[in-house]
């Protein structure tokens, strides 16, 4: 079973920078996983950010920005907003089958 | 606009059965991919099923041989069956579209979201 692994929390403060990752079971992680990245807060659905790596959407602040670091997906966050707290999802694709992460819950202190 | 709009969801019985929509506004079903995605109370989110625009389907092992997606292309609506429903199936269950171009993928739009108790 395929096991994407993100960091359960993480902490920033107002307007500094900081990095979320995306692991996967099966090795590095490359352009092939088409990595995407969603936000969401409490009782909505969740919201697109970063698509195929690093396409952001067309609604996605410039401050949110995707890469591949170490053999992983990263979703880079400059200049931190109070609003980004929420809980951070990549999701991963293996060919027939999409796999999210667990999930990192973003907390702006 | 294009729009999804879940829809069916409500209390079953474990070992029971139900239904859940898709209905698409401003797309054509049969044009694209849609993906059903849950997220249990309290829990992250997780990929369940797509439909391909070919009519493919793939399941997560965890719903396979219970859950089936199907299409009523008259009314451009999705629909995934759910079988033999286990309490750990509860979950809000919301629809996507993936669009697959330009050697990139992405979701979106995302319906708001169906709420499915399982209890008995």
């Known amino acids: 079973q395929t096991v994407v692994t993100q960091e359960p929390s993480v902490t920033v403060s107002p307007g500094g920078t900081v990095t979320l990752t995306c692991a996967s079971s099966?090795?590095?992680?490359?352009?092939?996983?088409?990595p995407n990245w969603f936000q969401q807060k409490r009782g909505q659905a969740p919201r697109p950010l970063i698509f195929s790596t690093s396409s952001r959407h067309s609604l996605t602040p410039a401050r949110f920005s995707g890469s591949l670091v170490g053999g992983k997906a990263a979703l880079t966050l400059s200049g931190v907003q109070p609003e980004d707290e929420a809980d951070y999802y990549c999701?991963?694709?293996?060919?027939?089958?999409?796999?999210f992460g667990g999930g990192t819950k973003l907390t702006v202190l | 606009e294009v729009q999804l709009v879940e829809s069916g969801g409500g209390l079953v019985q474990p070992g029971g059965s139900l239904r859940l929509s898709c209905t698409a506004s401003?797309?054509?079903?049969?044009?694209?991919?849609i993906n059903w995605v849950r997220q249990a109370p309290g829990k992250g989110l997780e990929w369940v099923s797509v439909v391909h625009s070919v009519g493919t389907t793939y399941y997560a092992d965890s719903v396979k041989g219970r859950f089936t997606i199907s299409r009523d292309n008259s009314k451009n609506t999705l629909f995934l069956e759910m079988n033999n429903v286990r309490r750990e199936d509860t979950a809000v269950y919301y629809c996507?579209?993936?669009?697959?171009?330009?050697?990139?993928?992405?979701?979106?739009?995302w319906g708001q979201g169906t709420l499915v108790t399982v209890s008995s």
């Open positions: 996507a579209r993936e669009t697959v171009a330009a050697g990139k993928r992405w979701f979106g739009p």
């Open positions: 999701l991963l694709y293996y060919g027939d089958c999409w796999v």
């Open positions: 401003g797309l054509n079903i049969t044009k694209n991919f």
């Open positions: 099966t090795g590095a992680v490359t352009s092939d996983y088409y």
